[in-house]
């Protein structure tokens, strides 16, 4: 679990500039989420990357086969186990997601979102996201980098739950062919539109 000692005088600019510095971005993660009181509630694995600006993909390898890809503002949610896919628009309603923060643009995330650092153990830079307006998914984001490289990040919701992710055979700015963040409905598979 992360825990955070903010200072209000730590310098807040080197977030954006290592923010900016990530083009393309992929990685293995793992996801733990866990409830007010710090129990699991999930976990999961999978593979991710993105390429700036707009571009993502969320792969869940484990327990089950999701695939989320976003790309010129529609979103892709691929239930491979369930053969559905839904597209629904990447808008307004995904600017405080993480997604959007990361592969979107840095001048619309200073806007969104007020920034505390804070300095962790173990060589990591920790950096605290408030949304500057209320959002009823999330109440902070934690972004965690050593040497310019993000290695994990924490979602907090209004209620207290925490879900983690730590990243592993990170690639940073290396070529990512744009099919990835394409997506065709495979043959035989239902597709929802949510607008």
């Avoid at 694995?45 to 700036?52: D, E, F, I, K, N």
Wanted: hydrophobic share 40%; glycine share 4%; net charge neutral.
């Amino acid at each position: 679990m992360f825990s955070f000692n903010i200072f209000a005088s730590a310098p807040k600019n080197s977030f954006w500039d290592d923010l900016s510095q990530l083009n393309t971005y992929s990685a293995h993660f793992k996801e733990i989420t866990y409830d007010a009181t710090g129990n699991v509630q999930q976990m999961s694995s999978g593979q991710m990357a993105l390429m700036r600006p707009g571009n993502f993909r969320w792969e869940t390898l484990n327990p089950i086969h999701q695939i989320l890809i976003a790309h010129q503002n529609i979103l892709w949610v691929y239930d491979v186990d369930l053969q559905q896919a839904t597209r629904q628009n990447f808008n307004a309603q995904a600017q405080h997601n993480p997604a959007a923060l990361l592969s979107g643009s840095v001048k619309e995330a200073q806007a969104q979102f007020a920034i505390a650092k804070t300095q962790q153990q173990n060589q990591q830079t920790c950096f605290t996201l408030i949304p500057k307006t209320q959002q009823p998914l999330l109440k902070n984001v934690a972004l965690c980098f050593q040497k310019n490289i993000l290695q994990s990040m924490m979602m907090v919701n209004p209620f207290g739950d925490k879900t983690v992710f730590s990243f592993s055979d990170i690639q940073l700015n290396q070529t990512i062919s744009p099919s990835q963040f394409q997506f065709q409905p495979p043959k035989g598979v239902d597709v929802l539109e949510n607008r």
